[in-house]
């Protein structure tokens, strides 16, 4: 399993068929990434391990820990290796920056495989070395316009509305970039929006409610992706949040507030080796982009033209 991206080679390696199935899985029908860049890309293994009972943590405290919106224990040695402990039933040791051609080890059990985590596990595992390589994660859902005009990103975390506000523009005929983590990338045109591996969307029951087009798929409980987009630079930013009402509506918002509100679905505090390059990122997405509060009603049917400013907004599967 091959993950080629702009300046990184990251090969996932699993023995038991488990977990080669879960990744291939999470890949799908990724296109990947055209990388026009002539340096080499650095080479990374990470080495996955399905296991009955997980390795001993360290024994110093971790000096990072948070339960929301998922529980994440980090530790520290002093050569800077970290190691990331999942409660779930996950462990990963991720080499110091140093390291030239570093090694990724995970162990994770059976009940974390399972828990609809392993993604996490993935992206949260690599996220460092990818930040490392200039490529940063936004906890968000990214579509573009068939026509290359527009990129929009949905910026929120769970439960705020951005999934079925994306599905709604794949709906009408835009393309689909990532959903719930996507890749940034600073390159001469400003901050670009990359196609991000895991192609199937797991879809709330209230989404089918609203999304009389995704009624078909219901039954499975997910929508698989077939169209995808190339790498856009960002030029829309909302940040979706539910309300009671049918009538959605939207309410520009300044660069700062932007700024923030990027920082606090993005930013992982406990990367300190990366954070000046990533606040620079976020802070230049911010001003590129025309930024809004989505205030989302039940009218989701609509929202395609809110968006784009199209009022009709043309509806059509998510496949052509």
Do not use: C
């Amino acid at each position: 399993m091959l993950l080629v991206l702009p300046g990184l080679t990251i090969q996932l390696v699993a023995e038991q068929p488990q977990v080669q199935q879960a990744g291939q899985s999470w890949l799908g029908e990724w296109p990947g990434l055209a990388d026009d860049d002539p340096a080499p890309r650095r080479p990374v293994e990470f080495h996955l391990r399905l296991v009955a009972s997980l390795p001993p943590r360290p024994p110093t405290p971790p000096f990072f820990t948070t339960n929301s919106p998922a529980p994440l224990h980090v530790y520290t040695q002093t050569d800077g290796t970290l190691t990331l402990f999942f409660p779930e039933g996950g462990l990963v040791t991720i080499p110091p920056p140093s390291q030239a051609d570093p090694t990724l080890t995970g162990w994770l059990t059976e009940k974390l495989l399972h828990s609809g985590r392993f993604e996490d596990l993935l992206w949260v595992s690599l996220a460092p070395v990818l930040r490392q390589a200039g490529l940063f994660l936004v906890h968000g859902f990214a579509a573009a316009a068939p026509d290359a005009s527009q990129t929009i990103l949905l910026v929120g975390r769970s439960g705020s509305g951005k999934t079925t506000t994306g599905l709604a523009l794949l709906q009408a005929g835009y393309h689909y970039l990532g959903n719930d983590l996507v890749l940034l990338q600073q390159r001469g045109d400003g901050v670009m929006a990359l196609p991000t591996p895991g192609q199937v969307i797991n879809v709330r029951p209230k989404t089918f409610d609203l999304l009389p087009g995704l009624r078909p798929q219901r039954q499975q409980g997910t929508v698989q992706i077939q169209r995808w987009g190339g790498a856009g630079r960002v030029s829309h930013i909302y940040f979706p949040q539910v309300e009671v009402g049918t009538r959605s509506t939207l309410h520009p918002l300044t660069q700062a507030v932007g700024w923030a509100r990027l920082m606090e679905e993005s930013v992982d505090r406990w990367d300190t080796a990366t954070l000046t390059p990533h606040l620079d990122l976020l802070h230049q997405l911010a001003g590129q982009a025309r930024l809004f509060s989505l205030h989302l009603g039940t009218d989701v049917v609509q929202l395609p033209g809110l968006l784009t400013g199209n009022k009709t907004g043309r509806l059509a599967g998510l496949a052509d």
